[in-house]
């Protein structure tokens, strides 16, 4: 008994693979610029909150040791307000780009590092600061 030879064979076509790897590099050039750029406004959001985490601070040390309008402040005296062992606590005055916060006294809200505000720019204007720049 012979049989009969399946000339037919499953698989796919070089065009056809071709067309799919297209399809996938297409998505890929769509999606990777997104997901940097949410990165970097999450990174400008987190700095943000910092911010605000280090005024709260200064505002607290200026009440509870009676600080007089104009004193100067430094990250020691704000360390004690931020919640021990979180990464703000641990930064040494420092952003997530290893850029140092300016704190200056009570009076002025503390300020993000010139460097930290071009570096995200692109993803944060000056407005998306306020009143930290």
Same mark, same amino acid.
């Given at each position: 008994?012979?049989?009969?030879?399946?000339?037919? +064979?499953?698989?796919?076509?070089?065009?056809?693979?071709?067309?799919?790897?297209?399809?996938?590099?297409?998505?890929?050039?769509? $999606?990777?610029?997104?997901?940097?750029?949410?990165?970097?406004?999450?990174?400008? %959001?987190?700095?943000?909150?910092?911010? +605000?985490?280090?005024?709260?601070?200064?505002?607290?040390? $200026?009440?509870?040791?009676? +600080? $007089?309008?104009?004193?100067?402040?430094?990250? !020691?005296?704000?360390?004690?307000?931020?919640? !021990?062992?979180?990464?703000?606590?641990?930064?040494?005055?420092?952003?997530?780009?290893?850029? $140092?916060?300016?704190?200056?006294?009570?009076?002025? !809200?503390?300020?993000?590092?010139?460097?930290?505000? %071009?570096?995200?720019?692109?993803? !944060?204007?000056?407005?998306?600061?306020?009143?930290? +720049?």
């Amino acid at each position: 008994m012979l049989q009969k030879l399946n000339t037919k +064979r499953g698989g796919f076509t070089l065009v056809e693979i071709m067309i799919v790897v297209a399809i996938i590099a297409l998505l890929a050039t769509i $999606a990777v610029p997104n997901f940097l750029r949410s990165r970097k406004r999450s990174q400008a %959001t987190q700095i943000l909150e910092d911010l +605000r985490q280090i005024d709260a601070g200064i505002d607290q040390y $200026a009440i509870e040791s009676n +600080r $007089a309008s104009g004193s100067n402040v430094v990250w !020691a005296d704000v360390q004690k307000y931020i919640k !021990a062992g979180t990464r703000l606590y641990n930064s040494g005055a420092t952003d997530i780009l290893n850029n $140092a916060f300016i704190i200056t006294s009570v009076d002025t !809200a503390p300020k993000v590092n010139a460097a930290t505000f %071009t570096a995200l720019s692109d993803v !944060a204007p000056a407005d998306f600061w306020s009143p930290f +720049r």
